[in-house]
């Protein structure tokens, strides 16, 4: 009786540290949007368009408060993700603040936000390419470039994560070269 | 008696004067069929482009020619629509100087920091013949973010392959002020 509940815990055990190491290896799912804005690209959207990204069920959306766009992860060639900064204070408020006296407008324009950049090139049915550029908040923009790999979106450049766990491999095929 | 006849005078005077300027205006000869435009992506050559330049650019100039008219169609690169097209014109776009400037810098200085973008710019027709080359620049100086002269570029080209392309007006005095290098 004994031997049997040791051979039960050690079964339950052993399956536990395998479902971890299994969901572990999953890629990571960006189902969550993300706030972020449409610089260009997009198609029936405006120029700076601010809205929430996601990705989920095999394609990219971006929904803003008058539209959603849809863009199939298969169809998207390259992903790659840059990085930027803005002036912390935009728009209308931050051209206008540049009149500010006593170089108030140039102290302003030293306040700024680093932020992620993320561009794709995707094709639409008919074949025609296009391009989009998005920017949202600095760190996200790797984890949707991750989500849109794994649900069969292409890249140039493979992404850090990628690279890092490809490394080992890399360099293995590089001694065999040697 | 003489009074009016001064007066008449200077009215057929005046009336000839008006009128002058309104038999000058004939009616314009209809502009040739204008032609369809195949945009290429724009390649970066041996520059090392950003990809959101480069992306900003292409579609900067897909909705600039789009926005300018002249052109009975305006295809991106690879669309199969193309295939029936006529008088297809394929716009080739290669970059050959780019200086990554500063927002910042142009914001605290006022005179660096300037980003700019030169385009060599090659129009040619479904036979590859050559129609037009040009070198472009995009600038931003002052206010605005540095993928604002991808917009500045495509404003430019734009004009360029309207004055040039779009209808008889391939005249080197042209608005845009550029010339032809063939």
Redesign the interface.
């Known amino acids: 009786m004994k031997h049997n509940r040791i051979i039960l815990w050690s079964f339950l055990l052993s399956l536990g540290t395998l479902t971890s190491v299994c969901l572990a290896q999953q890629p990571p799912a960006a189902s969550a949007s993300i706030e972020a804005v449409q610089v260009i690209g997009l198609t029936d959207l405006k120029q700076n368009t601010k809205g929430n990204l996601k990705v989920e069920n095999g394609s990219l959306t971006f929904a803003s408060s008058k539209t959603t766009c849809e863009i199939p992860a298969a169809s998207i060639q390259d992903v790659v993700t840059g990085a930027d900064s803005q002036r912390a204070i935009g728009g209308t408020v931050g051209t206008l603040s540049r009149l500010a006296p006593y170089g108030g407008g140039t102290a302003l324009s030293l306040f700024r936000s680093k932020l992620d950049i993320i561009t794709i090139q995707y094709r639409d049915p008919d074949g025609g390419l296009h391009g989009a550029i998005f920017t949202m908040p600095v760190g996200k923009g790797e984890s949707i470039k991750e989500a849109l790999l794994a649900q069969g979106a292409h890249t140039s450049i493979p992404s850090q994560a990628r690279s890092t766990w490809d490394s080992p491999l890399q360099s293995e095929a590089m001694e065999q070269i040697n | 008696m003489k009074t009016i006849e001064r007066v008449t005078i200077l009215c057929i005077f005046i009336a000839r004067l008006t009128a002058t300027p309104l038999l000058c205006e004939q009616p314009q000869p209809p502009a040739s069929s204008p032609a369809a435009i195949e945009v290429e992506?724009i390649q970066a050559g041996e520059i090392n482009l950003?990809?959101?330049f480069?992306?900003?650019l292409?579609?900067?100039l897909v909705q600039e020619l789009q926005k300018k008219g002249g052109f009975s169609h305006v295809?991106?690169?690879?669309?199969?629509?193309t295939a029936g097209a006529s008088g297809l014109v394929t716009l080739h776009t290669t970059v050959t100087g780019f200086k990554k400037g500063s927002?910042?810098e142009r914001?605290?200085t006022t005179v660096g920091g300037a980003t700019s973008i030169t385009i060599h710019c090659k129009f040619t027709d479904k036979e590859g013949k050559v129609l037009l080359e040009r070198d472009i620049t995009g600038k931003v100086r002052l206010?605005g973010?540095?993928?604002k002269a991808t917009d500045d570029f495509a404003k430019k080209a734009a004009t360029v392959a309207q004055e040039a392309l779009s209808s008889d007006s391939a005249s080197s005095n042209s608005k845009s002020g550029y010339k032809n290098v063939i």
């Open positions: 992506m950003p990809t959101e480069q992306v900003a292409y579609e900067n295809y991106r690169e690879g669309d199969r629509n927002e910042l914001d605290v206010i973010d540095n993928l």
